[in-house]
């Protein structure tokens, strides 16, 4: 009795052999159970980054942290700070699909919006981090195709209305 898989045709094995070497269109995602904190963030490795996602809106209005987001945003910092070596720690700030119904100087736009968002959470962390060694942080507004979750429902649009945070280590 033969271990051998039976013999395909030659185009078949040329395709599954492609199929194999084709890298993923997007990089893997895997849970990080022991960095995800249940009902504030959750934690998930993409390829050698650590991207953290707030369950819920972080923001009560504009670039204003709500009671709530500033505690989330105090917990990531402490866990932040313990970790061990040099990263880079980059604050994305986001918004829904809807356009602002009131744009001003400050807020001309959603883009505007999300950058704010960014800096305000980049701020917090820079306080709560004080020297830390090693982190490099910096601030930037997400681009639409780059929202937590889908802009679908009111729900997941409250949702966008917030920051993530992606940390990198340092090569070695």
Known sequence: VSAEPPAGTAAEAEEASAAEETPPASPQR????????PGVWKAEKVGNAMVFVFEKPVFVSADFLSKEGLAAVRDLARRLKALDGAASVEVVGHTDDERITNPN?????NEALARARAQRVEEHFAA???AKRGLA??????????????N?????????????????????
């Not at 100087?105 to 736009?109: N, S």
């Not at 942080?137 to 889908?150: F, H, K, N, T």
Request: cysteine-free; charged content about 25%; proline content about 16%.
């Open 128 to 130: 709560l981090l004080g």
């Open 152 to 172: 679908d429902s009111d729900l997941n649009r409250k949702r966008n209305r917030t920051a993530s945070v992606v940390v990198v280590p340092a090569a070695p």
């Open 137 to 150: 942080l910096s601030a930037r507004a997400g681009r639409p195709d780059e929202a937590p979750y889908p």
């Open 30 to 37: 895997a849970p990080l159970p022991a960095w995800s904190k």
């Open 105 to 109: 100087a400050k807020f001309p736009d």
